[in-house]
């Protein structure tokens, strides 16, 4: 009999999440029946990445790693449909974790969402924000593999300086700067073609002031607003939108799942070939699950924030 650990949410977040929001749970696991398998988590995200310690499905066979969103937990039964095998060609040296990362759904989010609703060109001016986390450090060298010139905006010195080594043209710190909007238009005073929005809220607002005309922006992520109890208002942008004829769209990366396979082979090429660098920010043991995530939200985390179990 397996025992599984879970954590579960105990009660909603209501502001920042708390510790006391959680709980650690363990369930006893049924023994499996045929075309069903025992997964193990090796490392954690919102999206677990698990080996197969038993199986009873021909199509997976013991050893194996997959990604599969099954919450938090150590160990999971699945008829495994739903379970996705690493790329066949995933080299030994790379660390299985970037499938949780740059060669996952993060990666994969910065690769549909500059090429289909940015629709970068080069010599374009692309602006991203939480730009040395998961998703926006993959926009920022995307976009120079795309010939364009970039501007990323982090949290701390330490990812200011992690941005202009991977080859950022420039970056800064939106928590120290006097001004956002002379900081944006010092980095790029023609302003902004392509904006990935991570933020939203008020850093949204000044950026699109700051668009060229007929720039795009790509509603990523809003995660200024997640732990809002009462919902930000205004300042509106009907008015740039129009004046510079703007394009705004919000996206989320399964609209692509069909592409699955062809974004992650362009991730793993840029990647192996050192084209794409990557950082990972590691936090040991399954009991840090909530630490780690509060961590994430607080912006301790450069790159993509990982539990090892
Ligand atoms: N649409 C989609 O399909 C998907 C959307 N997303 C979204 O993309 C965004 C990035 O996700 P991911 O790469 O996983 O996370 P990150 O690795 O970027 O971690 C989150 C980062 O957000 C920054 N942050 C937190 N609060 C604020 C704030 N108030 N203002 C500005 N920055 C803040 C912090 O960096 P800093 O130190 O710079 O403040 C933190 O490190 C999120 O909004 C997420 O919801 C992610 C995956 C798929
Ligand atoms: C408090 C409200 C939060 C709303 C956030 C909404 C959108 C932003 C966002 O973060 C969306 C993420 C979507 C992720 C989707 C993942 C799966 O489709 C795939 C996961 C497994 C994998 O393929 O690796």
Redesign the pocket.
Known sequence: MVVAKAWILKKHFDGFPKTSDFDLKKIELPDLKDGELLLESVFLSV?PYMRIVESKNPTFAVGAFV?G?KGWRTHFISDGKDL?LLPSNWPESLPKSLALGTV??PGLTAYFGLLEVCKMKPGETVLVNAAAGAVGSVVGQLAKIGGCKVVGCAGSDDKVAYLKKIGFDEAFNYKTVKSLDEALSKASPDGYDCFFDNVGGEFACVAINQMKKYGRIAV???ISQ?NDSVPQKGPYLQLPMILKELQMEGF???RW?HR?EEGLQALLKWVVEGKVKYHEQVTEGFENMPVAFMGMLKGENLGKAVVKV
């Open positions: 999206d990604v969103n996705q996952g759904m990523c992520g809003a997640y989320i990366v399964s799942n699955r």
